[in-house]
């Protein structure tokens, strides 16, 4: 199948099982959206009501500190979902804004239409649950790593098994995603070049 949401279709053929022609309905539950890099597509204090799929770019999402300092949480990059799930799921505000990072192009899917899906296609229950699960289980190896390796290891350490993020993502975001300071990640890859 060749559209321009290949990359769906490709991700959904991964986890579940389906009928090719079926493929154009459920895709008529997504609204194609075009970023440009610092767009915001979720602002923190709104209802979060979409999960973005990115297609083509890369996202970010993250909070604002009481000092005023913002703090990445997650990224997504071709492939992924990104959305503050927690507030989706409970129907509240977010905490969190998301952001393009560069040119970016996301499929969205409202908490309505996404909850119909269910209901039209229920492979999509078992394709998010598995999706979650895969997720969660990320996140818990990145807390791992916060609280087992020392600051410059967790550096190298995601600059080695992410590279697509080091070589694409500003070195700033990636510094806030890790809990370190941009100065710091500039020392670490001072002396990684010396």
């Not at 990359?7 to 022609?21: G, M």
């Not at 996404?114 to 190896?141: C, K, M, V, W």
């Amino acid at each position: 199948m060749k559209t321009s949401n290949h990359l769906l279709y490709c991700h959904l053929k991964k986890y579940a099982s389906f009928e090719d022609s079926d493929f154009p309905q459920m895709l008529s539950y997504f609204e194609e959206l075009d970023l440009k890099k610092k767009d915001i597509v979720m602002k923190a204090g709104n209802l979060c009501n979409h999960n973005f799929f990115v297609m083509d770019g890369c996202l970010h999402m993250y909070f604002t500190s009481e000092k005023g300092t913002e703090r990445t949480v997650q990224f997504a990059l071709e492939g992924w979902w990104i959305s503050d799930f927690l507030a989706y799921h409970n129907r509240t505000n977010t905490d969190f804004n998301i952001q393009a990072v560069e040119n970016t192009k996301v499929l969205a899917i409202s908490y309505e239409k996404q909850e119909q899906l269910y209901h039209d296609f229920p492979l999509f229950e078992r394709y998010f649950r598995t999706i979650h699960q895969i997720g969660y289980g990320a996140s818990l190896n990145k807390m791992k790593y916060l609280h087992n390796l020392s600051k410059e290891d967790i550096y190298l350490h995601f600059t080695e098994h992410f590279p697509e993020f080091a070589q694409r993502v500003p070195q700033y975001l990636i510094a806030s995603f890790l809990g370190l300071t941009p100065e710091y990640v500039s020392e670490i890859r001072a002396k990684k070049r010396s």
